[in-house]
């Protein structure tokens, strides 16, 4: 990954922001630029994520403090997110304090947890249009934010502490307007853009690769304590307000048209919608939910 990406309107001497300024890169040390090189060759998104908060400090100096605690003070990502997340949950009943403590506790009984925080950080970035640098997904987007507060949730599910991980479940949904339940199993790399109203049900299982826009609901039918909700394969697209009911499978590198209800099983590679959905075509695309295209074909065609 090459920190000096265009997209990241952030690495570049001079920079050209939205207002028009020009900023000149800051001088350094010989030893913070071996030190940057290093970070930037063993953890490149969070040496881009550090660049970002840099110029947005510059850029918007009314922010300098906010980019500085939340980024620019930590050594590592990790850190950063249980700060930034920690003091978005925090509440009378536990405090910022407490919660980055739980964080850290979650961080360092599950190892995989940082990578798959990268994945999904680099899915919105290579996702969502709208964003432009790592940094506008990490400090701004709430859909990063309720999935990555989600993970800590289901660890502490997965560890016996459901009660606390019930409460995760409360805030996000009062803070984000997501609803996730602690016990649903959800893959890495995944992008819940603009999130208000996604609803994942107990047993849902969502696999890797997955992206999914506002008002999605992967609920379940009747009342049976036993597996009662979608299995959704790798690489799907869920689209507006889908709605996937039931203990059914979603093929994988499928699509799921806005304002569906899904109420059967989806073959792999296809497109599905209506009320209810049924099979319109195929895909679209090999990778559906990393192109992000919500054009239908013809029915019948490819």
Known sequence: MV???ARFGC????????????????????????????LASCDPIWSALRVQAEELAVSEPELS?????????????????????ARKLGSDELSPMQLREIFAEAFAGDRTMGEVVRADLEAVYQRDPACHCYAQAFLFFKGFHALECYRVAHFLWDSGRRLMALFFQNRISDLFAV??????????????DHATGVVIGETAVVGDDVSMLHGVTLG????????????????????????????IQIG??????????????????????????RV???????????????????????
């Not at 570049?12 to 350094?28: C, I, S």
């Not at 403090?65 to 939340?70: C, D, M, N, P, Y």
Request: net charge positive; with cysteine; hydrophobic share 35%.
């Open 11 to 38: 690495a570049f001497t001079p920079l050209f922001t939205a207002r028009g300024l020009v900023l000149q890169k800051p001088v350094v040390c010989e030893m913070s630029m071996r030190a940057a090189e290093k």
């Open 252 to 277: 994988e590198y499928s699509r799921v048209g806005a304002g569906s209800v899904v109420l059967k099983p989806v073959p792999p590679y296809t497109t599905v919608a209506g009320v209810p959905a």
């Open 3 to 5: 920190v000096g990406n």
């Open 179 to 192: 609803d996730i339940h602690p016990a649903a199993r959800l893959g890495r790399g995944i992008m819940i």
């Open 65 to 85: 403090s906010f980019a500085h605690a939340t980024i620019l003070r930590h050594e590592h990502l990790e850190d950063a997110l249980s700060y930034h997340l």
């Open 220 to 247: 379940g039918t009747g009342k049976q304590n036993e597996d009662r909700h979608p299995k959704i394969g790798r690489g799907v697209l869920l689209s507006v307000g889908a709605k996937v009911l039931g203990n």
């Open 280 to 302: 319109i075509g195929k895909a679209g695309s090999p990778r559906p939910s990393q192109d992000m295209n919500h054009d239908f074909p013809e029915e019948g065609t490819q």
